[in-house]
């Protein structure tokens, strides 16, 4: 992640997570995918299961507090120059809705920078739908997409 981030145009175009939060989402909040080319890793991907947390999307668009355990949130997703335009974030979008519904979640939300174009057009290529654009995560520009399970 710190490598790819490094040397994207603006540090704005990505929220970076910290080490404690990838182990959350390794040990309990989530899962965390990733994916190899000739052996090598070049992307990963997180689904957050937020739970009643703070950190819980629902609450920004309006979810009930009763609802809050049926969210779960595309988070991150880095993948390496070297694998770009291979279709891995679709590829991630996919089986991330599909692990949500297995889940039973009713709603799935992501966050995007408005000028990440690649993102916007993967999201709603699989049916996301743009609610809202706000400062996010330390007052970073965010579009903000939901999907009903």
Do not use: W
């Amino acid at each position: 992640m710190m490598d790819v981030i490094s040397r994207i145009s603006s540090q704005d175009l990505f929220a970076m997570d910290d080490e404690e939060y990838i182990d959350e989402h390794i040990e309990e909040k989530g899962e965390i995918y990733g994916a190899f080319l000739n052996g090598i890793f070049v992307a990963y991907s997180v689904l957050a299961f937020p739970g009643m947390s703070e950190r819980n999307l629902g609450r920004e668009f309006g979810v009930p507090e009763k609802e809050l355990s049926k969210v779960a949130v595309l988070d991150s997703t880095v993948v390496h120059e070297s694998a770009r335009g291979l279709g891995l974030q679709r590829c991630f979008h996919d089986l991330r809705e599909k692990r949500a519904r297995e889940k039973d979640c009713l709603y799935l939300y992501s966050t995007v920078h408005p000028e990440n174009v690649p993102s916007i057009k993967n999201l709603e290529a699989a049916g996301f739908t743009l609610q809202f654009t706000r400062p996010m995560y330390g007052g970073k520009a965010r579009h903000c997409y939901a999907k009903r399970l």
